[in-house]
């Protein structure tokens, strides 16, 4: 908890309490990024178990030359969470490619990515409401069944 207020500046200000999931996106190319996935996902982990958590870690280009990624994206995927891994290398197809085009395919791919985790808590939300809906629906039913046995004996 504390790495976490330090690193992002709040001290109970964030309340993750009515959210139906997390999505957490970071590089690991050597900034922020990785901290601030490690910390923040500890810190859901440790304060909201029941609340399912979707790191998203792009992985640097070869060219950026960062020996210690593979050995900090191990680490924080011993953490338990549904993690989402982006290679920046798969969009590096066309050597004659512009940066920026390349840039915006790998931000692409990670917007489909986040669409697809917000499209299964919603899947994932509507099930779990019709499932408190049924139970609601079957215990009434008991009781209603019950209270007509009862009606039953008494009646014969």
């Known amino acids: 908890r504390n790495n ?3 690193i992002f500046g709040v001290k109970g200000v964030v ?8 999505i957490l996106i970071g590089s690991a190319a050597g900034g922020m990024g990785m901290g601030g996935i490690k ?7 440790q304060n909201y178990k029941n609340i399912p958590v979707y790191p998203i870690v792009v992985l640097p280009f070869r060219m950026e030359d960062r020996p210690l990624w593979r050995e900090e994206v191990s680490k924080l995927m011993q953490i ?27 931000n692409m791919n990670v917007a489909r990515k986040v669409m697809e985790i917000v499209q299964r808590v919603k ?14 629906y079957e215990s009434k ?16």
């Open 15 to 22: 309340n993750f309490r009515n959210a139906d999931a997390v």
């Open 39 to 45: 910390e923040t996902l500890n810190y859901l982990t």
């Open 4 to 6: 976490f207020e330090t």
């Open 80 to 106: 338990k969470a549904n993690f989402t891994i982006i290679n920046n290398e798969q969009f590096v197809n066309d050597k004659k490619a512009r940066f920026i085009d390349v840039l915006d395919n790998i």
């Open 123 to 136: 899947t994932r939300r509507h099930e779990v409401f019709a499932e408190f809906i049924n139970s609601i």
């Open 141 to 156: 039913f008991a009781e209603n069944l019950n209270q007509f046995e009862l009606e039953y004996i008494r009646v014969s």
